[in-house]
């Protein structure tokens, strides 16, 4: 599956120049750009998402899944939606990127409480900051954060900037493997 899901990245998500043409929300310009939802919205990706995260935390205990929208929604729904197929449901949640501004004005939506362990997941790391506020977030609600999940790392130092914290990162997919099959069919 995994190798299908690189493939998926390769076909759908990932766009390469030998200029560095692309801007990045941090404003850098770089020469590669992954836009996942255009896998992480697609049946295929779903499945093998879902299926692949849902193996990582199988039997972990996790109670829910999820991260800073929007980014994390689609990967969070496909790894609740195969823990049900698979008789052992994890609830599905979204970190805001603002407080609820009526109502009960919370940051974190979804059927997961204080005390509750969850998994922190992340469409694309590059410097960790969507993952770091979506950490904050759980951890200002109460949630125990006990695994962190990229779909892809761009290997530029997020990963080790969330890991500061004291959470070990564990990417899906690497930018090294979805640049090895690129060359590899001499794109």
């Known amino acids: 599956m995994k190798k299908r899901l690189i493939e998926l990245v390769l076909e759908k998500a990932f766009k390469y120049s030998e200029e560095p043409v692309f801007r990045l929300v ?7 750009y992954f836009n996942c ?9 779903m499945h093998l998402i879902g299926n692949i995260i849902f193996g990582m935390i199988e039997g972990s205990g996790a109670k829910g899944i999820g991260g800073l ?3 994390a929604d689609p990967i969070a729904d496909a790894v609740a939606y195969t823990s049900y197929l698979k008789s052992a449901p994890v609830e599905a949640f979204v970190v805001r990127k603002t407080a609820k501004a009526h109502g009960t004005m919370q940051w974190v939506e979804g059927n ?3 005390g509750d362990g969850v998994v922190i997941v992340d469409d694309v790391i590059t410097t960790g900051k969507s993952t770091i506020e979506a950490i904050e977030k759980a951890r200002e609600a109460g949630l125990e954060i006990i695994r962190v999940i990229a779909l892809v790392d761009r290997q530029e130092g997020g990963r080790e900037n969330i890991e500061t914290l004291g959470y070990r990162v564990e990417p899906v997919i ?3 493997e979805v640049m090895g099959l690129y060359r590899a069919k001499g794109l």
């Open 69 to 71: 929208t929007l980014g």
């Open 174 to 176: 690497t930018k090294d």
């Open 37 to 45: 939802k255009a896998v992480t919205l697609n049946p295929e990706g």
């Open 26 to 32: 941090s404003g850098r310009m770089s020469n590669y």
């Open 112 to 114: 997961v409480q204080k």
